[in-house]
């Protein structure tokens, strides 16, 4: 689905046709063995699970850059023995299907160099390209881009039906100081997000956000549910 001019929602990434950039965020590998720490049974096949929404993903693009949007790896002051193992695993799997990969440091990320530089990959802060200004969005940051992607807020919102309801993934889609901004849900299947119609935010950039418009992840498509005021 176009959710802005020359951007396309591809399963919970996000895909820039004309750059041939497909960008994805909050992966959080590592956070099975996270929880097994705090004594909650996770089941770890989340890598799995991920790898094979990659996979889908490639069959309909070919991208020439993959940008990782923050908080690929879980834990935040160390890395973890299963970061270590799936990370590489993962990038070297994006490796083998695109030209270059890039890691912009979420709030994850402190100490997510190590595993990047056994592979070559960049970590940067932020990165542009053209009017589009890609940055994790836990903090705020000065630009003249018109467009402006983030992650972190792993968008979702619940369903209701009688005594019925389920949650989905979203993108969000509104204004901040004139430009647009395009929130992108969390790409791990396991963590299913927070619910906007609750109206608490963690990122800046979602100040106003009852104007935003919401672009619910279904099965197969991506559905525009108008904005999260007309929801309420």
Same mark, same amino acid.
């Given at each position: 689905?176009?959710? @802005?001019?020359?951007?396309?929602?591809?399963?919970?990434?996000? #895909?820039?046709?004309?750059?041939?950039?497909?960008?994805?965020?909050?992966?959080?590998?590592?956070? /099975?063995?996270?929880?097994?720490?705090?004594?909650?049974?996770? &089941?770890?096949?989340?890598?799995?699970?991920?790898? *094979?929404?990659?996979?889908?993903?490639?069959?309909?693009?070919?991208?020439?850059?993959?940008?990782?949007?923050?908080?690929?790896? !879980?834990?935040?002051?160390?890395?973890?023995?299963?970061? #270590?193992? /799936?990370?590489?695993?993962?990038?070297?799997?994006?490796?083998?299907?695109?030209?270059?990969?890039?890691?912009?440091? %979420?709030? !994850?990320?402190?100490?997510?160099?190590?595993?990047?530089?056994?592979?070559?990959?960049?970590?940067?802060?932020?990165?542009?390209?053209?009017?589009?200004?890609?940055? !994790?969005?836990?903090?705020?940051?000065?630009?003249?881009?018109?467009?402006?992607?983030?992650? !972190?807020?792993? &968008?979702?919102?619940?369903?209701? /039906?009688? *005594?019925?309801?389920?949650?989905?993934?979203?993108?969000?889609?509104?204004? #901040?100081?004139?430009?647009?901004?395009?929130?992108?849900? @969390?790409?791990? &299947?396991?963590?299913?997000?927070?619910?906007?119609?609750?109206?608490?935010?963690? @990122?800046?950039?979602?100040?106003?956000?009852? *104007?935003?418009?919401?672009?619910?992840? %279904?099965?197969? /498509?991506?559905?525009?549910?108008?904005?999260?005021?007309?929801?309420?």
């Amino acid at each position: 689905m176009e959710i @802005s001019k020359n951007i396309q929602t591809i399963e919970t990434a996000l #895909w820039l046709e004309q750059e041939k950039i497909l960008i994805m965020n909050d992966l959080h590998i590592g956070y /099975e063995e996270a929880m097994h720490k705090k004594g909650i049974l996770v &089941p770890r096949q989340q890598l799995k699970n991920i790898i *094979s929404i990659v996979q889908k993903i490639l069959q309909k693009v070919q991208p020439d850059k993959i940008i990782i949007n923050g908080d690929l790896k !879980h834990e935040f002051g160390k890395i973890l023995r299963q970061e #270590w193992k /799936e990370v590489l695993e993962f990038l070297d799997f994006l490796l083998k299907n695109c030209k270059e990969v890039i890691i912009i440091q %979420g709030n !994850h990320d402190p100490v997510i160099k190590p595993i990047s530089q056994k592979r070559g990959i960049k970590v940067l802060q932020e990165y542009k390209v053209g009017d589009i200004h890609i940055v !994790h969005g836990d903090e705020l940051v000065e630009t003249d881009a018109k467009t402006i992607i983030i992650g !972190h807020e792993h &968008p979702a919102i619940t369903i209701r /039906e009688n *005594s019925k309801f389920e949650k989905f993934k979203c993108f969000l889609k509104g204004k #901040w100081k004139r430009k647009e901004v395009i929130a992108v849900p @969390s790409f791990n &299947p396991l963590l299913e997000g927070t619910d906007v119609l609750e109206g608490q935010v963690l @990122s800046p950039f979602l100040e106003k956000l009852d *104007s935003f418009e919401v672009y619910v992840v %279904g099965e197969k /498509e991506t559905y525009d549910f108008g904005r999260i005021k007309d929801l309420k």
